[in-house]
């Protein structure tokens, strides 16, 4: 078996950790004879760039695999967004153009999209990715001038051989995305009035916004739970947005 783990940590950009372990059992003398192993793949930020260090483990120690891995370095990228065994990363490059690199840790495969020409103008500003299997979806700001600017959501179709993408207008700020039930749930800000926090909800086979709620201030992510539905953070508490009915239930804590 053989699982993939995100953690973000301090001292380094990003830590991926693909597992495989075995265990023997025997089922005559009802004991639990385990013997675990697995294999790490460590992502460290030096001097700008992203490379990876291959680890292995055991149950008693850990160490290092001098072989080479199959992640090409990068410079550091500006977003990532995490998928099962999928890395998508954000690069952004000196002449304003953007590329997104999506490694796949179980095939070892890395494939690059631009996803900004150069011709464009320089004053965008990411904010929030998201990747499916042939889709990727990037959140960014434009500055119209010093007090104003334009949100959008950016569609790339990758599924043929040249990306082709739509921009889709947002009312607010985007701050974070997720994915769930052929739905994109975009978590806003809005920054100019209120400074509260909201939803917006993209139908994927449509491209169109199909609904918006308010959500209350402080808001600090969203992301999708084992049910495939929205779990909206708080400081105190968090809220579970049901995917498909837009439902919603408070869960406090202490």
Same mark, same amino acid.
């Given at each position: ?39 790490? #793949? *460590?992502?460290? =930020? +030096?001097?700008?760039? @992203?490379?990876?260090? %291959?680890?292995?483990? /055991? ?18 990228? #500006? *977003?990532?967004? =995490? +998928?099962?065994?999928? @890395?998508?990363?954000? %690069?952004?490059?000196? /002449? ?23 011709? +464009? ?134």
């Amino acid at each position: 078996m053989k699982k993939t783990y995100y953690l973000i940590h301090a001292a380094l950009a990003l830590i991926i950790i693909g597992c495989s372990n075995s265990n023997d059992v025997s089922n005559e003398n009802f004991e639990e004879e385990e013997s675990v192993t697995a294999n790490y #793949t *460590l992502l460290l =930020e +030096e001097d700008g760039l @992203l490379t990876a260090q %291959l680890l292995n483990a /055991d149950a008693d120690k850990l160490s290092i695999n001098t072989e080479t891995s199959d992640f090409i370095s990068v410079t550091k990228p #500006t *977003l990532t967004f =995490e +998928e099962g065994q999928v @890395l998508s990363m954000f %690069l952004r490059h000196g /002449d304003c153009s953007a590329e997104i690199t999506v490694h796949n840790f179980e095939t070892s495969v890395s494939k690059t999209y631009s996803v900004f020409s150069a011709m +464009e103008t320089c004053s965008f500003t990411e904010k929030a990715i998201a990747y499916t299997s042939n889709t990727l979806y990037i959140a960014y700001e434009v500055e119209i001038t010093s007090s104003i600017s334009e949100y959008f959501i950016r569609i790339v179709d990758i599924s043929k051989s040249e990306p082709t993408w739509v921009d889709v207008p947002l009312l607010l700020k985007p701050v974070e995305l997720a994915i769930a039930n052929n739905r994109l749930f975009i978590l806003t800000l809005d920054e100019e009035l209120t400074g509260e926090h909201g939803i917006s909800i993209l139908n994927l086979a449509t491209s169109s916004i199909i609904h918006e709620m308010l959500i209350g201030f402080d808001a600090h992510r969203i992301f999708r739970n084992p049910d495939k539905n929205i779990i909206i953070s708080y400081e105190e508490l968090h809220t579970t947005l049901n995917s498909s009915t837009f439902a919603v239930q408070y869960t406090n804590y202490g």
